[in-house]
């Protein structure tokens, strides 16, 4: 699964840290996400979503191998 | 969302304030320094001290073990579900390398030495498991992260291993046949189980039990999908928790010979006691989704 989280962070120009605060998670998190290591739960995705105004499919794209 | 069994993180703080005066005290009585006379107890030996018993041991290792469970199970500031899963994805790798070292201990060590590596064994999963987890969450590089599986085949030949090995070790035990062509013809080394005549049927058990159960455990099921990872990681956890309970109780019942025999035991109860909960817990699973 690809996302773009960094490109809407940087829109919002926010940094990791911010966004780690305004979800209630830790930076940690946002890292492994934005360099696809770590597949957020359902939960998470759409938190992620509701921040940045937009639906869970236009930053959460599957990719072929999924 | 079923919450994981996880102290506060301020435990991390009492955690290491009961691990390091234990360390002291370990290394204090370990090299003869000072050897606690008030906490004698004039009853027989202690697993390592066969002169005279002291609560010292128990003591020592109840402090160790609770230090260390408390640094292993004390919630991150933030404990997400990422930090989780690093959490448990840690503690499989800790399980995993624990019992290999384990294997290669049984080669290596003989009598006495051996075990001393089976009283370390009690801690090592913990001691593995704090700095693998630690790494995980503060390393740069970002080190793969993935779950550890094997083909599901495995299952069933580890099954297979395992059931071998213990009716290997019940021929033994009841000396029904005593396996000759695996002696060494060395006498003077003694192995850990019998004290009296040197054979390769040790060696040969530890690892065919652990190398079975390794199978079991990590043997991926048909369907293997995220779901079944959060159960096999949760069961891990759990197992290695309920192991470090009865391990702290047996610490204060058994002496001598009988907790040796503990300590056998100990090598391999954290994965059986797994392969039992993760089959349980996925059995009740499935029974409870069927359609309507």
Known sequence: MKNNIRVERAILNMTQQQLAEQIGVSRQTINAMESNKYVPSTVLALKIARLFGKTVEEIFTLEVED | MHQPLLLHHRFKAIGLAVLIPSFICWLIWTFD??????????????ILDQRNHSLVEEL?????????????????????????????????????VNSLLLVLATWIFYGEDFLKVMIYNMLTVLIIF????????????????????????????????????????????????DFPFLETGNSMESSFLNNLNYNWIDEILTTGMTVGLIFMTFAREKSEDEFIVSIRLRSL????LLNYGLLF?????????????????NMFTVLIIFV?????????TSSSLIPE
């Open chain 2, 237 to 240: 956890q759990a197992a290695v």
């Open chain 2, 249 to 265: 109780l047996m610490n204060w019942f058994f002496f001598e010979g009988d907790f040796v025999n503990i300590l056998i035991y």
């Open chain 2, 60 to 96: 020592i290792f109840t402090g160790l073990a609770a230090g260390l469970l408390m640094i292993a199970f004390s919630r991150e500031k933030i404990e997400d579900e990422y930090i989780m899963t690093l959490r448990l994805q840690s503690l499989q790798w800790a399980v995993l």
């Open chain 2, 276 to 284: 039992i909960w993760f089959n349980i817990t996925l059995r009740k």
């Open chain 2, 33 to 46: 320094v000072y050897d606690f006379p008030f906490l004698k107890t004039g009853r027989g030996g202690g």
């Open chain 2, 130 to 177: 704090v700095i693998r987890f630690q790494y995980m969450l503060y390393s740069k590089k970002s080190p793969k992260r993935t779950i550890f599986s094997l083909p599901p085949r495995l299952k069933k030949i580890g099954l297979l291993i395992v059931i071998a090995c213990i009716i290997a070790y019940v021929v033994q035990i009841f000396e029904i046949y």
